[in-house]
């Protein structure tokens, strides 16, 4: 292409080794062979150099601030934290959270989520929910940082799967409903039950 | 017993056996546990750890199963001709390397001979000769793949090859004339027992690489180019023309090529070992006069398996040194460079024989 003649063309001077030594090749060679050589019989007795981590059976440091999992809190008395006020529902941007409240026995608690769903494949790991969160009822700090699993339904925690790390493959039959919380007739009956959802 | 021992001493048969033996037994095991040893070796010096998943339950060792699994892939793999391929070059084209790789090995000797018995498959007058001409047939391998595949960039990779392995055997050969002047033969067996001499009384043996360093290295050079092997991998070209020559061939041909590949590689290293390393000769043996035949045998194939393994060990370690060449770079370093350095051997080379003879 024709560039005016007025125009300058910017060259950018290489600047190259020359000389017999260079053009021989042989002793770049072997200095680069020094270092490779090293490199090699220091890890062929005792990987003394090697930074691979073999990832499933070892794993590195996950940052406690690391977005993984949720996982649903409790209060000192083993009860959830959460007082089903949707405000994680309400903000999550990819609407993976279901949750549906019921009213609890012990009177000192108002609410309680009766079902409490989080599609992990639809999550986006944001955090949003955690920050949102009034109780400090749920959090990203279980440190799983990936799930793989053969079915969708793995993905579908319900709410006492969302107990801390939980792992589905470590179980036979990974998939369990909520527990059904004791329905006590009064209220004096219900305060040594308030540790409703059990804590197994 | 005796019937089984006279067929046996027929030497087409005895020839036939040898030939199992070596390559059965040498050659091909060893090229192929090098194709896993390259890749836990080049993981080594990459600091890293290599193959190490393919297992039967609990047993992975160390990687060792990877073999068997790559195996039983490339068995199992579809074995694809591209439209318009010519069929029946496309078919042939892998093996003529892995033939020429294998049939280097005709002329090595394992260990010194025991009477009539040689652990040479033949040892012809020609002797390297025949080398020169069945390296030059590999390239056919190379050409035939790559203009039988109708594809350009395995076309590409083919003239590379031809071109690349055409110079570099000119040279190849002159580099050795210097080996043929300094032990008077190109008989194997005759040069193998040439470096068996010494210098200044016993103290230097008269190996190859003392008597022609130069020789050494560029017939060294040659060779890697020959095997179409990093520094001088223009042909395969991974980062220009995807795999060069092979680059259509999939499943068992394309397992062949690779296969290829590492004979050829056993084969230099086998090579560098008897023309330029003493063969199966142990220097200062003979200084012990009482060692038992059978013993001295065992030993000297044990030190030429050694001297192997070093130079497959050190052409991989090249390999995962040196970066690639350019193919003008390949093309000048070999007409310009080495070349007119392998003529200056020749001559150097003559003048000190009529010096000092």
């Not at chain 1, 493959?169 to 959802?197: C, F, I, M, R, W």
């Not at chain 2, 030939?19 to 095991?29: G, Q, R, T």
């Not at chain 2, 260990?111 to 590999?138: H, K, N, R, W, Y």
Request: aromatic fraction near 14%; proline fraction near 5%; hydrophobic fraction near 45%.
């Amino acid at each position: 292409m024709f560039i005016g003649g007025s125009m300058k063309l910017k060259v950018k001077k290489v600047q190259r080794i020359d000389g017999v030594r260079e053009s021989f090749y042989f002793p770049a060679i072997f200095s680069g062979l020094r270092l490779t050589v090293k490199h090699f019989w220091r890890n062929l007795f005792g990987s003394k150099d090697v930074v691979t981590i073999n990832y499933p059976e070892e794993k590195r440091h996950v940052s406690e601030r690391w977005r993984g999992r949720h996982r649903l809190t409790r209060r000192d008395d083993g009860f959830l934290s959460c007082v089903a006020c949707y405000m994680c529902e309400t903000i999550c941007p990819s609407k993976c959270i279901h949750i549906e409240s019921g009213e609890h026995p012990d009177l000192s608690v108002e609410k309680y989520p009766v079902v409490f769903n989080i599609d992990e494949l639809r999550c986006v790991f944001c955090g949003l929910c955690v920050e949102a969160c009034p109780k400090d009822a749920i959090r990203m700090d279980t440190g799983i940082i990936s799930m793989a699993y053969t079915s969708r339904e793995t993905f579908d925690f319900t709410r006492d799967l969302l107990r801390d790390n939980y792992d589905p493959k470590a179980h036979a039959n990974p998939k369990y409903g909520d527990y059904d919380l004791p329905s006590p007739s009064s209220q004096e009956e219900a305060l040594p039950n308030s540790q409703g959802v059990p804590a197994t | 017993m005796e019937i089984i021992l006279e067929i046996i001493m027929i030497p087409a048969v005895l020839a036939t056996i040898k030939i199992l033996v070596i390559i059965l037994m040498f050659a091909m095991p060893l090229g192929t546990v090098l194709t896993l040893m390259e890749r836990k070796w080049s993981a080594m010096i990459q600091d890293r750890v290599g193959p190490n998943r393919a297992n039967i339950g609990k047993f992975t060792g160390h990687g060792a199963l990877h073999l068997a699994a790559d195996g039983l892939k490339s068995i199992f793999k579809e074995d694809t001709m591209p439209k318009g391929a010519d069929g029946f070059l496309y078919l042939i084209a892998p093996f003529f390397g892995l033939i020429a790789g294998v049939a280097t090995f005709a002329i090595i000797p394992l260990a010194g001979p025991i009477g009539d018995f040689t652990f040479q498959v033949t040892d012809i007058e020609p002797g390297l000769l025949f080398i020169f001409a069945i390296t030059s047939l590999s390239v056919y391998g190379a050409v035939l793949a790559g203009s039988s595949s109708n594809s350009k960039f395995a076309l590409l990779g083919g003239t590379r090859a031809a071109a690349q392995m055409i110079s570099y055997e000119v040279f190849m050969g002159l580099a050795l004339m210097g080996i043929f002047m300094v032990y008077g033969t190109t008989r194997v067996s005759g040069i193998v027992d040439g470096q068996n001499e010494y210098w200044f009384g016993n103290l230097i043996p008269m190996w190859g690489v003392f008597t022609q360093p130069l020789g050494f290295l560029l017939f060294f050079t040659a060779l890697v180019a020959e095997t179409k092997r990093a520094p001088f991998d223009a042909p395969e070209g991974e980062s220009e023309i995807v795999a060069g020559y092979f680059l259509e061939y999939s499943g068992m041909r394309w397992s062949a090529f690779m296969l290829a590949e590492y004979v050829a590689l056993v084969g230099v290293a086998s090579l560098i070992t008897t023309l330029f390393f003493g063969g199966y000769h142990i220097p200062w043996l003979h200084l012990w006069e009482s060692a038992p035949q059978w013993l001295v045998t065992i030993m000297q194939v044990i030190k030429f398996s050694i001297f192997t393994l070093f130079f497959c060990w050190f052409q991989i370690q090249l390999r995962w040194t040196v970066p690639k060449f350019r193919f003008d770079q390949t093309m000048s370093l070999g007409w310009k460079k080495l070349l007119p350095l392998s003529l200056v051997n020749v001559i150097v080379t003559a003048f000190v024989i009529l010096a000092f003879a």
